[in-house]
């Protein structure tokens, strides 16, 4: 079984551009969920979305957004980028919303913000 | 508010001895999940073991196992027979009703020939 994966894996973009992330989840997963990691501040929640749907959002502000197609497949977008913004994005897949659920990681992307 | 804390920035372990990893936590819900990844220098996070708040015995997965520790809110997980492949950064994280996954800020393990 094909696990979840996300393009671009690495990605360089300037101050005020906008960039989108894709993540295709596990086969038969219809919940994707979307982190940020840095250095300084670690893994942090973005988003969560299941059947279409965004379940569950984090502290970010408006110019992160996501959305999921109907094939679970699931894009995020951040506009306006700023330096800060630099980081590993990862996504997860699982079978349902569920509290205790596994969530599967891709494997990233990086976006590097100049 | 929920809360992972992981106390060791980085450790080093013999190969093929055991080591223990700290995590504890802080949860006002009843019911939730805690977790440990492992996360190479690639960058992928991968799945090692997961405990329910509500089960009885400690989760086992191969060379991993999470002693679990509920009245001192802790998990910590053990790998035994450590592995060079072992080496990498692992997170803590908890899993509670509003299915937000809240991460420790890791350990860094290196596994010494």
């Known amino acids: 079984k094909a696990g979840v994966t996300q393009t671009p894996r690495y990605l360089i973009k300037t101050r005020g551009q906008q960039v989108t992330l894709s993540c295709s989840p596990i086969s038969g997963h219809r919940s994707v969920s979307w982190y940020q990691q840095t250095p300084g501040q670690g893994l942090q929640f973005l988003f969560e979305?299941?059947?279409?749907?965004?379940?569950n959002k984090g502290n970010f502000p408006g110019r992160f957004s996501g959305r999921q197609f109907s094939n679970s497949r699931s894009e995020m977008n951040v506009s306006t980028l700023e330096l800060g913004d630099s980081a590993l994005y990862l996504c997860?897949?699982?079978?349902?919303?569920?509290?205790?659920?596994?969530?599967?990681f891709g494997p990233g992307t990086r976006l590097l913000v100049l | 508010a929920q809360k992972i804390t992981q106390t060791q920035p980085g450790m080093f372990v013999q190969e093929k001895e055991a080591v223990t990893l700290d995590c504890t936590y802080d949860t006002s819900d009843p019911s939730y999940g805690l977790f440990w990844y492992k996360q190479p220098s690639s960058g992928e996070m991968i799945f090692l073991i997961y405990?329910?708040?509500?089960d009885q015995q400690n989760a086992t997965e191969g060379r991993y196992s999470l002693n679990f520790q509920k009245a001192r809110k802790s998990a910590n997980l053990v790998i035994s027979a450590s592995q060079l492949g072992d080496s990498a950064m692992y997170f803590c994280?908890?899993?509670?009703?509003?299915?937000?996954?809240?991460w420790g800020l890791g350990t860094s393990l290196a596994v010494n020939p």
């Open positions: 979305y299941f059947s279409e749907t965004q379940r």
């Open positions: 997860a897949s699982g079978r349902t919303s569920g509290a205790g659920e596994t969530q599967y």
């Open positions: 994280a908890m899993h509670g009703n509003n299915r937000k996954l809240i």
């Open positions: 405990q329910g708040s509500y």
